[in-house]
């Protein structure tokens, strides 16, 4: 029976399986923000909010904002107990030096090597990096969270089009098709959707995908 | 001890036509809106501003932007402020705004290395990217950095939480943000501030940007609201 579920669902559950317990997270704007409903049991991770906090907790209720406290898309959030606040050289401190576990964000392009565009359309949409150049180049390991294409079109290329975020950064990319993994010889499917064929998500890749001889269910 | 204390429109009164400022915030979160105010009031023009990001319309640096007051915006996201776009595409000259997009970890670090005496630093951030272009590329110990050189500003205009008469500053919350960077890195620091008290008021431990730093006090700031 078809998986029922809405794709940026299925793509935040299956990411979510990447956390261990302890690991040090930045979380994206959008479908990346929606991990941290997906926790399994015992899994708790710990929040990176790169406009200064260590430690955040949910959105605030309404009525019970502290007008002091934003996340990186400028919601209210809350905080944890034995969170920290700091400010921006030390919140970019903490990513480019390696203190991050894992960074998971969107992408308009990715590519066979791992490199990364994400942030430029030129002459359409400029909307700036932000902090994203500098978690993919610093966190452990960069998760691409994405819908596997953009209106049919392919998202995952053999080459970037667009200006690169960073190049070789990604490890792994995980859609409402599969489960990838960026190896020196190219993209690797070690897991895929039980709705699609391996020749169904090769149609919607421009890279040529290596199929794990370990392929397996996507759950 | 000097008397620092003194009302918006006092404090920006300095602030010369084509002068370069920082102003602290992220998503206007922590920007000194009553400084901003003050600003466009005088409607200084043809402004330098480094900030995190362009704010919203009508909100923070996003007040200078309508008032057509910036010539060249130093951030790293300007995407929420769809007036910059409208006005680095302009065909009318005087409108016309310079955007240099700058990664967010190294816009902060070069404001440090500003406030620090430092000749640049060295960031693994933008290496192969249009970041790069026209930078020199330093390989220490096997792999390539940036050369991304220190940036500093005639005035800063922060805000704080809590402020004593000196000028030692505290900052809540997610405000802190570019604040305390910026507070080190221009020639003269207004600090719009929601509660004024006496020095000696705030533990040393506590303190996050020394008074040394700070040049005016202006009182008044309101807590952030979206």
């Given at each position: 029976m078809a998986d029922m579920r809405d794709p940026k669902e299925i793509i935040a559950a299956r990411v979510a399986k990447e956390l261990k317990d302890g690991d040090v997270v930045n979380l994206g704007i959008g479908l990346p923000t929606m991990v941290a409903n997906f926790l399994p049991e015992g899994v708790n991770i710990i929040l990176q909010s790169e406009n200064g906090i260590m430690g955040m907790g949910p959105a605030a209720e309404k009525g019970k904002e502290d007008v002091d406290?934003?996340?990186?898309?400028?919601?209210?959030?809350?905080?944890?107990?034995?969170?920290?606040f700091f400010d921006s050289a030390t919140s970019f401190g903490i990513i480019r030096g390696g203190h991050v576990d894992a960074t998971i964000l969107g992408a308009l392009e990715v590519d066979s090597h791992g490199n990364l565009a994400n942030w430029i359309v030129p002459g359409k949409m400029v909307p700036g990096m932000g902090g994203a150049m500098d978690l993919v180049v610093g966190a452990r390991k960069?998760?691409?969270?994405?819908?596997?294409?953009?209106?049919?079109?392919?998202?995952?290329?053999?080459?970037?089009?667009?200006?690169?975020?960073?190049?070789?950064?990604?490890?792994?990319?995980?859609?409402?098709?599969?489960?990838?993994?960026?190896?020196?010889?190219?993209?690797?499917?070690?897991?895929?959707?039980?709705?699609?064929?391996?020749?169904?998500?090769?149609?919607?890749?421009?890279?040529?995908?290596?199929?794990?001889?370990?392929?397996?269910?996507?759950? | 001890m000097k008397n620092k204390i003194m009302t918006a429109q006092e404090a920006v009164a300095r602030i010369w036509d084509g002068a370069t400022i920082m102003i602290g915030g992220f998503m206007a979160c922590g920007t000194p809106e009553i400084l901003i105010d003050a600003l466009v009031e005088k409607n200084a023009r043809n402004l330098t501003i480094i900030c995190n990001d362009a704010g919203v319309p009508g909100r923070g640096v996003g007040k200078l932007l309508s008032n057509g007051q910036i010539k060249t915006l130093i951030a790293s996201h300007v995407g929420l402020n769809p007036e910059v776009a409208q006005r680095m595409n302009t065909d009318v000259p005087e409108d016309k705004l310079e955007?240099?997009?700058?990664?967010?970890?190294?816009?902060?670090?070069?404001?440090?290395?500003?406030?620090?005496?430092?000749?640049?630093?060295?960031t693994p951030t933008g290496v192969g990217t249009i970041v790069a272009e026209g930078k020199q590329v330093i390989n220490v110990d096997g792999r390539d950095y940036l050369l991304e050189k220190p940036l500093k500003a005639d005035f800063a205009l922060i805000r704080g939480s809590v402020t004593d008469k000196f000028g030692n500053t505290v900052y809540n919350g997610t405000t802190k943000n570019f604040n305390p960077l910026m507070a080190t890195a221009a020639d003269y620091v207004i600090v719009g501030t929601c509660e004024i008290v006496e020095v000696g008021?705030?533990?040393?431990?506590?303190?996050?940007?020394?008074?040394?730093?700070?040049?005016?006090?202006?009182?008044g700031e309101k807590p952030w609201q979206i």
């Amino acid at each position: 029976m078809a998986d029922m579920r809405d794709p940026k669902e299925i793509i935040a559950a299956r990411v979510a399986k990447e956390l261990k317990d302890g690991d040090v997270v930045n979380l994206g704007i959008g479908l990346p923000t929606m991990v941290a409903n997906f926790l399994p049991e015992g899994v708790n991770i710990i929040l990176q909010s790169e406009n200064g906090i260590m430690g955040m907790g949910p959105a605030a209720e309404k009525g019970k904002e502290d007008v002091d406290i934003i996340n990186a898309g400028a919601q209210y959030v809350t905080v944890n107990p034995g969170a920290m606040f700091f400010d921006s050289a030390t919140s970019f401190g903490i990513i480019r030096g390696g203190h991050v576990d894992a960074t998971i964000l969107g992408a308009l392009e990715v590519d066979s090597h791992g490199n990364l565009a994400n942030w430029i359309v030129p002459g359409k949409m400029v909307p700036g990096m932000g902090g994203a150049m500098d978690l993919v180049v610093g966190a452990r390991k960069v998760i691409i969270a994405m819908q596997h294409t953009q209106k049919g079109a392919p998202k995952i290329l053999k080459e970037c089009r667009l200006p690169y975020t960073a190049i070789g950064v990604v490890d792994m990319i995980i859609t409402e098709m599969g489960v990838m993994e960026v190896t020196k010889d190219g993209i690797v499917l070690t897991e895929i959707h039980p709705d699609y064929t391996v020749e169904q998500v090769q149609a919607a890749t421009e890279a040529e995908l290596i199929i794990s001889p370990d392929l397996k269910p996507m759950v | 001890m000097k008397n620092k204390i003194m009302t918006a429109q006092e404090a920006v009164a300095r602030i010369w036509d084509g002068a370069t400022i920082m102003i602290g915030g992220f998503m206007a979160c922590g920007t000194p809106e009553i400084l901003i105010d003050a600003l466009v009031e005088k409607n200084a023009r043809n402004l330098t501003i480094i900030c995190n990001d362009a704010g919203v319309p009508g909100r923070g640096v996003g007040k200078l932007l309508s008032n057509g007051q910036i010539k060249t915006l130093i951030a790293s996201h300007v995407g929420l402020n769809p007036e910059v776009a409208q006005r680095m595409n302009t065909d009318v000259p005087e409108d016309k705004l310079e955007c240099i997009l700058v990664p967010q970890g190294t816009l902060a670090e070069r404001i440090r290395a500003g406030g620090a005496g430092l000749g640049g630093i060295l960031t693994p951030t933008g290496v192969g990217t249009i970041v790069a272009e026209g930078k020199q590329v330093i390989n220490v110990d096997g792999r390539d950095y940036l050369l991304e050189k220190p940036l500093k500003a005639d005035f800063a205009l922060i805000r704080g939480s809590v402020t004593d008469k000196f000028g030692n500053t505290v900052y809540n919350g997610t405000t802190k943000n570019f604040n305390p960077l910026m507070a080190t890195a221009a020639d003269y620091v207004i600090v719009g501030t929601c509660e004024i008290v006496e020095v000696g008021a705030i533990d040393p431990n506590h303190v996050m940007t020394s008074g040394i730093f700070v040049g005016a006090i202006v009182g008044g700031e309101k807590p952030w609201q979206i």
